[in-house]
């Protein structure tokens, strides 16, 4: 079975300044593909960055980096310069080769203050 | 404009009412899925389809009832809910499943049960 662990229930930044949000994972399988979304007040879940196992190079993606740590099992969000539009809930999710659907985490709710 | 429109955003219903969420997808994928996101817990997943055909239920009561007429959309026939029931329902589509295939979530359905 698989598992996704967010262990940050919630954060703080400052506007301008870079954050991490933490995420460890629990897999058997060699293969799979690691996601982080992004859902605002509106309920709507955006696609922000994918990390695939066998990646040589973490991910990056704008402002949106991946810490893609294989051995550690995790995988954390950095997001650099925030800005008062990253305040939402953050997921991080996993999705091994074969399977037909994503594993979420809890989740960790992102406040930017100005 | 994420391609996956949901209706209604909000419903309201009682326990003994029948009601059914929509979901239609413009991206062309062949894989839809339902989940249901409670407060302070990860998203769960219910159903899967893939070519019109039910791939996966995650051991859901039958008072939930998903319909797939073909690939751009999705419904899911609600009757006699509890109010545990009451959550935000989530549609997503993806192209297949893939470990690097993201899903498109729409804006989901506040469901509240009275």
């Known amino acids: 079975a698989q598992k996704i662990t967010q262990t940050q229930p919630g954060m703080f930044v400052q506007e301008k300044e870079a954050v991490t949000l933490d995420c460890t994972y629990d897999?058997?399988?060699?293969?799979?593909?690691l996601f982080w979304y992004k859902q605002p007040s509106s309920g709507e879940m955006i696609f922000l960055i994918y990390q695939g196992s066998y990646d040589q190079q973490n991910a990056t993606e704008g402002r949106y980096s991946l810490n893609f740590q294989k051995a550690r099992k995790s995988a954390n969000l950095v997001i650099s310069a925030s800005q008062l539009g990253d305040s939402a809930m953050y997921f991080c999710?996993?999705?091994?080769?074969?399977?037909?659907?994503?594993?979420f985490g809890k989740g960790t709710m992102l406040l930017v203050s100005p | 404009e994420t391609g996956v429109t949901q209706t209604p955003r909000h419903l309201v219903m009682g326990m003994t009412n029948k009601k059914s969420l929509k979901c239609e997808q413009h991206l062309g994928h062949n894989a839809m899925y339902w989940y249901k996101q409670s407060a302070k817990k990860p998203l769960e997943l219910m159903f899967v389809y893939n070519f019109k055909e039910q791939t996966e239920n995650n051991s859901v009561p039958s008072r939930f009832s998903p319909e797939c007429p073909n690939s751009s959309h999705l419904f899911l026939h609600l009757h006699t809910l509890q109010p545990e029931d009451s959550a935000l329902y989530l549609c997503a589509s993806s192209k297949d499943f893939q470990e690097n295939e993201k899903l498109f979530f729409g804006s989901g359905t506040q469901l509240s049960v009275l």
């Open positions: 897999t058997s399988d060699p293969s799979y593909g």
């Open positions: 999710a996993m999705r091994p080769k074969g399977y037909s659907t994503l594993t």
